[in-house]
C-alpha cells in the first residue's frame, strides 16, 4: 500500500447544469456537455467500478472525491460510492447543491458518501448565481449545506478567490461558521479552461489575503480554513510564526503528484485540475503504474526549481504553485508569477515535519501501528481534516520512538498541535 498517496479527485462526469465563469475545463468540452457524443468519452460504470479497485491497490484508504460536471447528474453515482466505500475508501462529493434534496441527502449516505463539498462564491445571491449562470443556484446550495448537515453527513463550504469576490472572502468565513461548517476553503483561481477569460486578483492582493486568512485561521471557533491552491500561505504561516501548528499539519501545501491527482471524465491523469499535462490514461495503463512511474508526477516529487522560487529560502517549505508556473510560461519549473516575496538568499527553511518526514533521521524511528480504540476514534474527525490530523499523529509518535498509537497518545499529539477543535474529543 502506497500511504503516499491522499487524495484522489475524480471528474466522473462532464455534465453540468451550470456554466460557471472560473470552471477549469475548456469552454471546447462545455459547449453541449449534455450530449451523447461527450458523456461517450467518460468511463462507463464498469470501467469506473474497475479504476475503483485499481486505486485500492494503491491505497485503499484514500479520499476519493467524487466531482464533476455535477455529480449527481450521473446515474451510477450511488453504485459507484458505494464500491468504493466498500474497498475502505474516504468517499467525498464535490457538488454545487443543486440537486440536494433530503432523500439525496440520505441515499449519499446510505451508499457510503462520508460528507460533501458545496460551493458557494458569495454571500450575495444575485452575485453567486451571476458567477454560476442560474438563477436561484445560491438558494439551491445554501439549502444542500443545511440538509446535509441534518442528515449527519460533514460538509465543507467551498469558494473560488476572484476580483468579482475578493472582498467578499471575510464575510464569507463568517457566513460559513454561522451555517455551522466544519472547512472552509477558498480555491485561488489558476487562469486556465474558462478561467482564462477572467481578470486575476493581482500578486499584492493574493498576498494581503493569505495574510488575513492566517489571522483569521489563528482565531478559528470550531472551523477550519484550509487554502488551496496557495502554496505561498506557508510561507506566509512561518513570517508570522516559526512555530505555527499550522505547518506542522502541513496547511497549504501543494500536494499534485505527490500526495494527490486528478482523473478526468474520460480516464486522463494529472498532477492537478490547473495541470494540462497527462501522467497517463486508465484506458490504456492501471493506474497504479501511472502513480508509481510517471515522469511528470517524478518531476513534482524532486523539483528542480527556476528562477527566484530555486533561490528562495522558502523553497522546501512553499515550493511555489506549479500550476502558475506552468500558466505563465509552459514550464512547471518556473517561478511561480504570483509570489511577491523576494528571496534574502538565507539559509533553507526546512519544514517542521522535515525530520518525521525522513524516519532515518529519527534514530530508532518505527512505523507505529493503531490501537482499536485508536482507529475508532480518528474515524471521528470530520473527513476534510482527517489525513492531516491522522499524519500528524503518526509524526508524533514517529518523533517521539511510540511503537502504537492509543487514545492517550492521540490526546498527547492534539495538545502538542493545538488540534483539539479540528480533531475533536
Not at 209 to 231: F, V, W, Y
Amino acid at each position: 500500500m502506497d500511504n503516499n498517496l491522499k487524495i484522489i479527485s475524480w471528474n466522473i462526469t462532464r455534465k453540468c447544469n451550470l456554466q460557471c465563469a472560473h470552471c477549469y475545463l475548456p469552454a471546447a468540452f462545455r459547449s453541449d456537455v449534455s450530449s451523447d457524443t461527450n458523456r461517450s468519452c467518460e468511463l462507463n460504470t464498469q470501467e469506473s467500478l474497475g479504476l475503483i479497485d485499481q486505486i485500492a491497490r494503491v491505497n485503499e484508504e484514500v479520499m476519493l472525491i467524487l466531482s464533476g460536471g455535477e455529480p449527481l447528474l450521473r446515474s451510477d453515482i450511488y453504485e459507484l460510492s458505494r464500491h468504493a466505500a466498500g474497498r475502505g475508501m474516504m468517499v467525498v462529493l464535490g457538488t454545487n447543491g443543486y440537486f440536494i434534496e433530503p432523500e439525496v441527502a440520505l441515499k449519499l449516505k446510505e451508499n457510503g458518501v462520508s460528507g460533501v463539498s458545496v460551493s458557494l462564491d458569495s454571500i450575495k445571491a444575485d452575485v453567486h448565481d451571476g458567477i454560476r449562470q442560474k438563477q436561484g443556484s445560491w438558494d439551491k446550495a445554501v439549502r444542500a449545506i443545511e440538509i446535509c448537515k441534518s442528515t449527519g453527513l460533514s460538509v465543507q463550504m467551498n469558494a473560488v478567490v476572484t476580483k468579482g469576490n475578493y472582498d467578499e472572502i471575510p464575510d464569507l468565513i463568517k457566513f460559513a461558521r454561522h451555517l455551522g461548517v466544519r472547512v472552509f476553503s477558498p480555491f485561488f483561481l489558476v487562469c486556465t479552461g474558462k478561467g482564462e477569460e477572467l481578470t486575476d486578483i493581482t500578486p499584492d492582493q493574493y498576498e494581503e489575503l493569505l495574510s488575513l486568512i492566517g489571522e483569521l485561521q489563528d482565531k478559528r471557533t470550531g472551523m477550519m480554513i484550509r487554502t488551496r491552491c496557495a502554496p505561498t500561505f506557508r510561507r506566509i504561516l512561518h513570517q508570522r510564526n516559526p512555530d505555527s501548528n499550522l505547518l506542522k499539519l502541513d496547511a497549504g501545501k501543494c500536494m499534485a503528484g505527490i500526495h494527490y491527482c486528478r482523473i478526468t471524465p474520460e480516464g486522463r491523469v494529472t498532477s492537478c485540475p490547473y495541470m494540462q499535462g497527462t501522467a497517463g490514461n486508465v484506458k490504456q495503463e492501471p493506474f497504479h503504474k501511472i502513480w508509481q512511474t510517471s515522469p511528470e508526477f517524478a518531476l513534482l516529487r524532486n523539483p528542480s526549481l527556476k528562477g527566484k522560487c530555486n533561490a528562495c529560502e522558502y523553497r522546501l517549505l512553499c515550493g511555489g504553485c506549479r500550476a502558475r508556473a506552468y500558466a505563465a510560461s509552459g514550464n512547471m519549473m518556473d517561478e511561480d508569477p504570483w509570489c511577491v516575496h523576494r528571496p534574502k538568499g538565507n539559509v533553507v527553511i526546512e519544514p517542521p515535519a522535515f525530520k518525521s518526514l525522513n524516519r532515518e533521521k529519527v534514530p530508532g524511528a518505527i512505523d507505529p501501528v493503531w490501537s482499536r480504540e485508536a482507529e475508532a476514534r480518528i474515524k471521528k474527525v470530520p473527513f476534510f481534516v482527517r489525513s492531516m490530523v491522522k499524519g500528524a499523529i503518526e509524526r508524533y509518535a514517529v518523533n517521539n520512538h511510540y511503537s502504537e498509537i492509543t487514545p492517550e497518545i492521540m490526546q498527547m499529539a492534539r495538545q502538542n498541535y493545538g488540534m483539539e477543535k479540528m480533531a475533536g474529543k
